[in-house]
């Protein structure tokens, strides 16, 4: 099952615009991932953010996330058409004793196009 | 370090047919994962190994599909009897525990098309 939704599905920007998506999950989390998939290829992972931080940087990436509200969102500055894909977040679930420990849950992924 | 590498990368097979699929994790990596994934959604865990032991397995692993990693470097995903409901991307992953928290890394995915 689906660990939490995304908002928006869909986003449309123009080149030079800021892209911002919101993850949202249900359970306690080790870590949060976000990831990027361009159509019809494997996952690329861009971050991770612990369950003990709040924001996190690399390049023209930013994450932020919330464990009182259970979310999370991945900011894009500057967009570029090449960004142009779909960005899922996946949480790991805290560790409770159980052998889940690692597996990533999924939410639904944010389509976004960037309009050169 | 070369990357999760998975094959082939598209196979198209009649109903009822069997089919298998290769995944060579990063090296040294214990952790490794299966996931399907559908138009539109997200990825959904399969099963879990670590190192040779298949620790987890999702409600969505029917009877006619099996995972192995014999030795605890490769795996294979065999599904039995396809049919047209298993067409989907078939992802793997692989991960180690580090100092940042379990990065999990994904291969290039095999598309499975049942006709």
């Known amino acids: 099952s689906q660990q939490g939704e995304e908002d928006p599905q869909a986003l449309s920007i123009q080149e030079g615009e800021n892209a911002t998506m919101n993850c949202s999950y249900k359970?306690?989390?080790?870590?949060l991932q976000w990831y990027r998939q361009n159509s019809g290829r494997g996952l690329v992972h861009l971050i991770l953010i612990r369950s003990n931080e709040r924001e996190k940087h690399s390049g023209r990436l930013r994450v932020t996330l919330d464990t009182s509200k259970k979310s999370s969102s991945l900011l894009i500055t500057a967009s570029r058409a090449a960004d142009t894909a779909s960005y899922f977040c996946?949480?790991?679930?805290?560790?409770?004793?159980?052998?889940?420990?690692?597996?990533?849950?999924f939410g639904q992924g944010t389509i976004l196009t960037v309009h050169p | 370090d070369t990357g999760v590498s998975q094959n082939p990368r598209h196979k198209i097979t009649k109903r009822g047919q069997n089919v298998t699929f290769r995944c060579d994790p990063i090296?040294?990596?214990?952790?490794l994962y299966w996931y399907r994934q559908t138009l539109g959604q997200g990825p959904e865990f399969l099963t879990y190994f670590q190192n040779e032991a298949q620790l987890e397995k999702s409600r969505l692993l029917s009877d006619r599909f099996s995972a192995e990693r014999p030795k605890g470097s490769f795996s294979t995903l065999e599904i039995q009897r396809t049919e047209q409901g298993d067409s989907a991307m078939y992802l793997c992953?692989?991960?180690?525990?580090?100092?940042?928290?379990?990065?999990?890394?994904f291969g290039e995915g095999s598309w499975l098309t049942v006709v």
């Open positions: 992953a692989s991960s180690t525990p580090t100092g940042d928290g379990n990065t999990i890394y």
């Open positions: 090296s040294e990596h214990n952790r």
């Open positions: 996946a949480t790991i679930g805290a560790w409770t004793g159980g052998t889940s420990y690692g597996k990533l849950t």
């Open positions: 359970t306690s989390i080790n870590n």
